[in-house]
């Protein structure tokens, strides 16, 4: 069974940091691309941050670049993010994609308001 289970999320302060986790299970996480998307209240759920399987490479959303930074072990994606800001706000979730196959976690929570 494909399982992807996020962590991490909260409520930050403007300018802080949290980490979020998505810890893996029932797939062979190392041939997937991983992503972390956010959907925040009223709009479409947008790509954060991206990372290939072979070689690790990196896509970052403008607004998160030099903030944000997504990176993968064996079986669990993080992000950490820095300088955090309100419009950061949103339910993130973690993805894992390769060919056809697109598997998601339920999302976590994280509320940057002072």
């Known amino acids: 069974q494909v399982r992807l289970v996020e962590s991490g999320g909260g409520l930050m302060q403007p300018g802080g940091s949290l980490t979020l986790s998505c810890a893996t299970s029932g797939f062979t996480m190392s041939s997937y691309g991983m992503n972390w998307y956010r959907q925040a209240p009223g709009k479409e759920r947008e790509l954060v941050a991206g990372?290939?399987?072979?070689?690790?490479n990196t896509v970052y959303a403008e607004s998160v670049k030099g903030r944000f930074t997504i990176a993968r072990d064996s079986d669990t994606l993080y992000l950490q993010m820095n300088n955090l800001k309100p419009e950061d706000t949103g339910v993130y979730y973690c993805?894992?994609?390769?060919?056809?196959?697109?598997?998601w976690g339920q999302g976590t929570q994280v509320t940057v308001s002072s």
């Open positions: 990372i290939s399987s072979r070689h690790g």
């Open positions: 993805n894992a994609a390769l060919l056809s196959n697109s598997y």
